[in-house]
Structure formats: structure tokens, C-alpha cells
Antibody, heavy 123, light 108 residues
Framework: EVQLVESGGGLVQPGRSLRLSCTAS????????MHWVRQAPGKGLEWVSG????????DFADSVKGRFTISRDNAKNSLFLQMNSLRPEDTALYYC????????????????WGQGTLVTVSS | SSELTQDPAVSVALGQTVSITCQGD??????ASWYQQKPGQAPVLVIY???YRPSGIPDRFSGSSSGNTASLTITGAQAEDEADYYC???????????FGGGTKLTVL
């Protein structure tokens, strides 16, 4: 059974940093690209960032480019999102998602989702 | 605002057919995928690459595309289909992935 478990969320002041983690199980982690998708309270989904299996392709939404970095540790089946210079508008539930088919590319098909970790940016 | 446009809300009578649309220039080039999200739950993939259903998704869900519009059709809507539905694809430059704003489906 595929499982994605996010952690690392919490309350943080504007301008500070936070690092999210996602631990994957139930599939061969280094065979797939991975993504982060967020959802602000009561709002829609927003793709945040994606990374191919070997970190050869990394991409970010314009709203977080230059502030967030994505990385992965295939030996530990883990995905990370380092969030710096956080803003109130970054407040959201952050989902870790698995790419359905992409290994060498980032596709728009996310076949498994975690339950999310909540990030609240407020003073 | 999203580069993929969805109607905010759609309703359908129980057992009837409903289509949810997603419009955007990028859909002339790239396929759309569709996700169902029920309150308090993570999204679930229901259609990918325009028309394919993942295993476990009922065949009353189907997808299609024409020009700049992708559509998710539910034939014989059930009460359990009441949810928010999101399309996704690439932005108009093909650079980044984007989601539509979502459509809240009410089954009457």
C-alpha cells in the first residue's frame, strides 16, 4: 500500500523558515518524480514544486520561486521542502504527492497524496 | 487568478449527467487531469491524460477535450460524487504546472 506521510508543519512568524518532510512507502521511491501541492484554508489547490527522481529537473511555482527549495533523499525514501522568507499567504495545508508516470519529467498526474501538514504563517 | 478556468459551482439531479469544464490556452497543447476532493480529505485522481481512469474509479467518470476546453463528465451522478473537482495541466507557456480554481459539484 502506497503511503505518503508529511511532517514539519506548524506556526511560524513571517520571514522565518520551516522545513517540511514527506516519508514514502509502498513503492520504489526513486522510480518516480514527486511534488508538493498546497491548499490555503477554504481555497483551491496550488502546485508548489516538483522534482524528478535524480533531482535533474526541479521546478517551482512563481509564487515561491527564490524562497522555497525542494530536495529528496532516495536512500531514505524522503522528500523535503525548505521554505524560507515565509509570508502570511504561504499559510496552507501542504500535500506531498507522487507523480503517476514521470521519472525523468514532471507530469501533471498525481496518483497518490498524503494527508497534508498545516503551515500557518502569522505573528 | 488561474490560467485554467472552471465554473465555481455546478449542480446535477441524482442519476443525471453533468459535465464540468476547464478552459485554458494550454489545453490546446497539453492534457488535463482531474481530481476529486471531498471535505476534509486529500484529492483523488479520477481522470488523467484527458480521458484515462485510474483503477478503482467508476466508469461513470469520463474525460474529453476539444480546443481549449477539457471536460469531466459524470454519467448517472451519485450522491457520493458531491465534491470539489479540480483540473490541472501546464500554464500557457508550458513552463509550470497549474490547477484550475475548482468546481463545487452539488448532487440534488
Amino acid at each position: 500500500e502506497v503511503q505518503l506521510v508529511e511532517s514539519g508543519g506548524g506556526l511560524v512568524q513571517p520571514g522565518r523558515s520551516l522545513r517540511l518532510s514527506c516519508t514514502a512507502s509502498g513503492f520504489t521511491f526513486d522510480d518516480y518524480a514527486m511534488h508538493w501541492v498546497r491548499q490555503a484554508p477554504g481555497k483551491g489547490l496550488e502546485w508548489v514544486s516538483g522534482i524528478t527522481w535524480n533531482s535533474g529537473i526541479i521546478d517551482f511555482a512563481d509564487s515561491v520561486k527564490g524562497r522555497f527549495t525542494i530536495s529528496r533523499d532516495n536512500a531514505k525514501n524522503s522528500l523535503f521542502l525548505q521554505m524560507n522568507s515565509l509570508r502570511p499567504e504561504d499559510t496552507a495545508l501542504y500535500y506531498c504527492t507522487k507523480d503517476f508516470t514521470g521519472k525523468w519529467e514532471l507530469t501533471n498526474v498525481f496518483d497518490y497524496w498524503g494527508q497534508g501538514t498545516l503551515v500557518t504563517v502569522s505573528s | 487568478s488561474s490560467e485554467l478556468t472552471q465554473d465555481p459551482a455546478v449542480s446535477v439531479a441524482l442519476g443525471q449527467t453533468v459535465s464540468i469544464t476547464c478552459q485554458g490556452d494550454s489545453l490546446r497543447t497539453y492534457y488535463a487531469s482531474w481530481y476529486q476532493q471531498k471535505p476534509g480529505q486529500a484529492p483523488v485522481l479520477v481522470i488523467y491524460n484527458k480521458k484515462y481512469r485510474p483503477s478503482g474509479i467508476p466508469d461513470r467518470f469520463s474525460g474529453s477535450s476539444s480546443g481549449n476546453t477539457a471536460s469531466l463528465t459524470i454519467t448517472g451522478a451519485q450522491a457520493e460524487d458531491e465534491a470539489d473537482y479540480y483540473c490541472n495541466s501546464r500554464d500557457s507557456n508550458g513552463d509550470h504546472l497549474v490547477f484550475g480554481g475548482g468546481t463545487k459539484l452539488t448532487v440534488l
